[in-house]
């Protein structure tokens, strides 16, 4: 069922997020504003100078890729500049949200290879944490990645299929498999070191070095079905991550699998602890 901007407007009021929410355009999106201040801009340039050091290690090949084509750490990015980047490496192109969004239209963008972003930044008390992910969490964990086309094409087809899906009663399993893979992903191609690509790896100063460096790091070889009935953990480190050889092994998983008989077979079942995959 869609949800109507005023409703969810008011819904995140009462919530307490930050978001201006009361300007948003029917599909949820909101211009940029790029009226950042000097201290805004300071933050920017801290965090990024802070997680690039630890990127330029722990990160796989594909995210240094594109942070490089992208240049997103010298100042807040201009997301009109950054979209006309991106649109010529993989056609992807970013659009501005206030925060979070409802699924529909969120599934929406994604089909439509326009990944959406916060306009925001945190503040400097919140350089270690946030509660609600912000520009960085958006800009410095996603995007790099989306210069990827395999990966770019595995996002559209998310966006694709994901209402269907969840009709069927796949709506933790579906997101399940965009946590473990968007947002905490490992790769480990032949013959080459371990390294992340996951957005929300890419910008934890702390969980990027422990899910890549801690032999504590419970590190599990993908497969999909095995993600889709693992659940995960939302305000700590996770207690899996799934390592995939390639993008091209996501994508033909996600494109050949059975997804529907998956979440037939388990729709009704209790989802796996991560500490017994």
């Known amino acids: 069922m869609s949800v109507s ?16 929410y009361s300007v948003c355009r029917p599909d949820f999106t909101v211009e940029q504003k790029y009226d950042y201040s000097a201290a805004e801009q300071d933050v920017w340039r801290t965090l990024c100078d802070r997680q690039t050091r630890l990127t ?17 750490v010298d100042r807040i990015p201009d997301f009109h500049d950054v979209s006309d980047k991106l649109r010529k490496l993989s056609g992807w192109e970013i659009v ?20 959406p972003v916060t306009n ?57 498999l965009y946590w473990y893979t968007a947002e905490y992903g490992l790769m480990q191609e032949p013959g080459q070191p371990l390294k992340a690509f996951g957005a929300g790896l890419m910008s934890s100063f702390t969980e990027l070095q422990f899910a890549v460096e801690s032999p504590d790091a419970h590190q599990v070889p993908f497969d999909i079905e095995t993600v889709m009935r693992t659940t995960y953990e939302i305000d700590k480190f996770q207690r899996a991550y799934f390592v995939l050889p390639s993008f091209d092994t996501l994508k033909d998983a996600f494109q050949n699998s059975d997804l529907a008989g998956i979440i037939k077979r388990w729709k009704g079942e209790p989802p796996r602890d991560p500490a017994t995959v």
């Open 120 to 176: 925001w930044l945190r503040t400097r008390d919140e350089l270690d944490y946030i509660v609600e992910p912000d520009m960085f969490h958006d800009f410095f964990g996603h995007v790099p990645v989306l210069s990827q086309p395999v990966f770019g094409d595995f996002m559209q087809m998310y966006g694709e299929k994901a209402t269907d899906l969840i009709a069927l009663g796949g709506d933790e399993m579906i997101t399940r």
């Open 56 to 72: 330029q290690r722990l990160a796989h090949k594909s995210y240094l890729d594109g942070m490089s084509a992208l240049g997103l």
């Open 5 to 20: 901007v005023q409703d969810y407007a008011r819904e995140c009021a009462e919530q307490g997020l930050r978001g201006d």
């Open 96 to 115: 501005a949200v206030p925060g979070l969004i409802p699924a529909q239209p969120f599934f929406d963008h994604l089909a439509n290879r326009r990944f």
